[in-house]
């Protein structure tokens, strides 16, 4: 099975096919609920004019690494990851179009399932092939945790590249490919991949961060985790703000009124004290103007300890980079 782009009007939209003669065995049946299955890749498009701008890219889009590395770079940079909606109550979708709407024509940000998917669909529009992975956060943490997060396996001149633009913690700036035991430094942060049993693992700062494995996923495979992650009220991202903004030199985050900026000289951290703090560093630091209620915010984001489903707890994000 392939994803592939269908240019309609200066933008695309994904559709799936099969290919090495398979097809499925059920008939129209089976088509059906494939077809429901990328539902979340339409209907809407990915307007790629819109989106270069969004992210202040002015390459050419052509289907090759430097273009994988530049846009990955520039998706992190430009487009912050905060959980607002989700502490307010409103539902995450994962279409496309709504996508669209919000990260790039409102200059919202998103948490993981957000911006994978968009990044996803971005990519597959230029060329790319692209496998949707699920992802097991291992942050400090020695709980046997369920997969949570969604990372991307990008195919570019020959070689598999993992892409993650949605990951709130130490962190890709761009793609790194599947070399084991290779650090490779981005910015102030030192990554490498490992093997474990039949999992590849992402460490940054000589902490692991999450592991996963290369079985692609379809959309639909998405959605029952994105309602888990932004519904359950005993999981981070129902209980506690955190916005994030990665640069080449910096991390920025924000977690509950914590403000924190990481860089090769370590975290430098305030606490934000009122509402006026609040949109100061929003607007001046990751780029939001959100005309949210913030006292209902913060009322929701209670600074309360994290459960297993963590990304990446407040006491430990204060250590890594």
């Known amino acids: 099975m392939v994803v592939s782009p269908v240019m309609t009007n200066g933008g695309c939209r994904a559709e799936v096919s099969w290919h090495h003669g398979s097809s499925p065995a059920s008939g129209e049946g089976h088509r059906l609920a494939l077809e429901n299955a990328v539902s979340t890749t339409r209907p809407g498009r990915v307007d ?21 590395r530049a846009l990955h770079l520039a998706h992190v940079s430009k487009i912050p990851y905060e959980n607002v909606d989700v502490l307010l109550g409103t539902p995450i979708s994962l279409n496309i179009g709504r996508l669209m709407d919000k990260l790039v024509v409102a200059r919202r940000g998103g948490y993981c399932f957000e911006h994978n998917t968009l990044f996803a669909a971005v990519l597959e529009c230029i060329g790319f092939r692209v496998s949707r992975l699920t992802a ?24 598999k590249w993992l892409a993650d633009v949605g990951y709130f913690g130490c962190g890709l700036l761009e793609p790194i490919n599947l070399s084991l035991d290779r650090e490779m430094r981005q910015g102030f942060r030192k990554l490498v991949l490992r093997r474990d049993g039949m999992e590849w693992v992402l460490i940054c700062q000589g902490v ?32 506690e703000l955190r916005v994030q903004l990665s640069l080449p030199t910096e991390r920025r985050t924000l977690v509950h009124r914590l403000l924190t900026v990481y860089s090769e000289h370590g975290p430098e951290s305030v ?16 780029g939001l103007d959100l005309p949210m209620a913030w006292d209902a915010v913060l009322r929701t984001s209670n600074g309360g300890r994290a459960t297993p489903c963590d990304v990446s707890p407040p006491a430990a994000e204060n250590r890594t980079g």
């Open 48 to 68: 790629l004019a819109l989106y270069a701008d969004r992210i202040g890219f002015r390459g050419d889009l052509q289907p090759n690494a430097s273009t994988l």
């Open 136 to 159: 097991r956060i291992r942050s400090y943490s020695t709980l046997m945790v369920p997969r949570t997060h969604m990372a991307l396996l990008v195919d570019a001149e020959g070689v």
């Open 208 to 239: 692991e961060q999450y592991s996963f494995t290369l079985e692609p996923h379809l959309p639909v495979d998405f959605e029952p985790l994105n309602y888990y992650c932004s519904t359950h009220p005993e999981i981070p991202w129902t209980k």
């Open 271 to 286: 606490e934000l004290a009122d509402e006026p703090a609040f949109r100061s560093a929003l607007n001046e630091r990751f």
